[in-house]
């Protein structure tokens, strides 16, 4: 018999469609083990000789990003053709139907429109090169207006920050950063961050709104609950702190092109992270 050990990726011999699983436990009787397909299972050693996954096989994002052994529970997991079900069970026609688009699209996507015309680059440099802080700030709010992504509390903190002077050029020149500096994203991310606080609006929604909707292809929106739900439903590890931080954000992006990816391979072909968000969202709603 092949011996298995806690953190070995494994495939059961019988149960294929239960997909490659990693060992969370071992004991004397039992082998606990997380399968993508469908979560944890308590094997008998007894029973089943399971298969010990090498090179690419052993490979598979959502265990490389798996939470902890003691945070699983099946009652949670959602695999992603289950997740399909209630994403359809929502919108039967799916990503083009005419309820997702008008729910889910629609002021997303009047949103990116409106700030690439007024806070493209060239444009948001030139006010910026002007000292026209307070433009930027205001183009910013009309941006953020024709959205649905803030609460009112958020869209209140956000405009009332924005009313201050000395604070006006801190979060234009921030923005501009963010939005088209030549730093790595990382960098450019904490330095908004920062500005954001000194600011006193460092939330994970206002953080960030702006980099999403400017660039909805590869860049996520963070609502605390929101995230922290859907990841929980897939078992997914955002190392999720309250203050906006690198570390949550880029596991966030990790999980959002993981289900991406996922859904191409499902024919449901997302065309950018709206799309994405808005089908986990559906999946951690309770």
Known sequence: MISVTQGDRVFHPNLKEWGIGKVLGVTADN?????VGTGAKRLSKSFVKLEIAEGGDAKHPLLDNLIETSQISNADYVPLPEAIKRFLAIYPDGMEGKAFLKEEREACLRGHQFCTQLLGQAELAGLIAEGRYQD????ARHVESVTNLLTKTEK????????????QKLFSVGLADLLYGTDTEEERFKRFVRALELMDIGKWPIATLF?????PQERAFIKATAIQNSAKAFCWRINYKSAPNWKTYSSVLRFYNHVRTGLVEEGMMPRDLIDVQSFIGSVGQK
């Open 211 to 215: 980099g999403f909707i400017r660039f």
């Open 136 to 139: 930027v700030c205001d183009r």
């Open 31 to 35: 082998i606990d083990v997380f399968f």
């Open 156 to 167: 209140a903190a956000l405009y009332k920050a924005l009313d201050i002077e000395e604070d």
